[in-house]
């Protein structure tokens, strides 16, 4: 049999890994899900833009083959539909190997501002639909004694900032949501990823960052956030340098972390 055949064949006997990526249509959630179909996983992609997720999915299968993406319109506040969306990937996909979460939602805040609808639609995307999707991916996982739950949160979350308060309150709700999935699921053989990216280019950022520096690519992140999947750690900062930036803020004293402006 000659070389290339051998290959195909092989190809054909070889399973892919299958990712649902929620949040798939821009920044980190679009690089990462390209990231993940060049590594040769089968990825589902949601999002609530049609046209924007027909274009990652387009993109992402003219690079690692057709069939590589399908994309799954959805909104991440819809926490109702979740449960028949997750049956149905599963059903088309034949099972998935991990979920990753990253759709989220930062609306701008004024100093004196208080909005509860914008509040609200933060903590519903950010938080409630994290836990709509995670709590979907953990019951499947748990039986399969296998799989891996990744949660893109953010360095925002270590701490109660003056700027946005839902924000912050949403991704510190994610980040203690993640740490008890994996005290409850590192036993049966599943691995609970928490990201926690520092300013990283988008719109969203471009929109809303006062004080901005150290900024990387969408790229650059997904990379950093395979490595951590590929090593199934707990959690990672990206860039590391943040984790020392942040425990540095977590242990100013309140007197004095009240005072600063961001």
Not at 90 to 110: F, K, N, S, W
Not at 230 to 250: D, E, F
Request: hydrophobic content about 45%; charged content about 25%; some cysteine.
């Amino acid at each position: 049999m000659a070389m290339d055949e051998t290959l195909k064949a092989e190809s054909r006997l070889t399973p892919h890994k299958r990712v649902v990526v929620v949040g798939a249509s821009s920044g980190i959630g679009a690089a990462l899900a390209q990231q993940l179909a060049s590594e040769g996983y089968l990825v589902a992609a949601l999002a609530r833009r049609a046209e924007v997720l027909e274009k990652v999915c387009m993109q992402i299968n003219e690079a690692a083959g057709e069939g590589a993406a399908r994309g799954y319109v959805h909104d991440a506040a819809d926490h109702g539909e979740i449960p028949g969306m997750f049956q149905k990937i599963l059903r088309e996909l034949g099972g998935i190997d991990a979920l990753v979460y990253v759709a989220g939602v930062q609306h701008p805040v004024g100093i004196n501002e208080y909005d509860i609808e914008k509040d609200r639609e933060m903590i519903e995307v950010n938080l409630l639909g994290a836990m709509a999707w995670m709590g979907e991916a953990a019951r499947l996982f748990e039986q399969m004694k296998a799989g891996q739950i990744v949660g893109i949160s953010s360095v925002a979350g270590d701490r109660g900032r003056v700027g946005s308060p839902a924000y912050n309150t949403s991704k510190a709700g994610m980040n203690t949501y993640l740490e008890a999935l994996r005290n409850r699921l590192t036993r049966h053989g599943v691995n609970v990823l928490t990201v926690k990216p520092g300013f990283v280019e988008s719109e969203l950022m471009r929109k809303n960052a006062k004080m901005v520096f150290g900024v990387i690519s969408p790229e650059k992140a997904a990379k950093d956030i395979w490595r951590a999947m590929r090593k199934r750690k707990q959690q990672l900062y990206t860039p590391g340098w943040w984790r020392w930036l942040m425990l540095g803020i977590q242990h100013t004293p309140s007197f004095i972390f009240r005072r600063l402006s961001f």
